[in-house]
């Protein structure tokens, strides 16, 4: 079992940065895979980035080259540090925990995730 809390989340402008933080407890991420999603009002919930057991990382297209995903085993958290932010990235932003051996295919996908966090609000606007 695993608890997750997400931070980090808040009001930026556009252009702007925000550093996402999932704190887990009750278990070692080490052997997870882990994922950030975002839904937005009125829209499904959708993939943003997931890193692998291994440190393999997958982002959406649309915010590659201005999100970064990484973990920090020791610290049992994952990080989305979000650069030059949009409008269109505003969203609740959840953090999930799922299988340490889920295939690459599968990482885009919400239903392979066991665990969620309860979600950060990001609002980019002027």
């Known amino acids: 079992q695993v608890q997750l809390v997400e931070s980090g989340g808040g009001l930026v402008q556009p252009g702007g940065s925000l550093r996402l933080s999932c704190a887990a407890s009750g278990s070692t991420i080490s052997t997870y895979s882990m994922a950030w999603f975002r839904q937005a009002p009125g829209k499904d919930r959708e993939f943003v980035s997931s890193?692998?057991?291994?440190?393999?990382?997958s982002y959406l297209n649309t915010v590659k080259g201005r999100f970064t995903v990484s973990r920090d085993n020791g610290k049992n958290t994952v990080y989305l540090q979000m650069n030059s932010l949009k409008p269109e990235d505003t969203a609740v932003y959840y953090c999930?925990?799922?299988?340490?051996?889920?295939?690459?295919?599968?990482?885009?996908?919400?239903?392979?995730?066991?665990?969620w966090g309860q979600g950060t609000q990001v609002t980019v606007s002027s």
């Open positions: 999930a925990a799922g299988p340490g051996s889920a295939i690459t295919s599968s990482l885009w996908n919400d239903r392979t995730y066991d665990y």
């Open positions: 890193i692998k057991r291994t440190g393999g990382t």
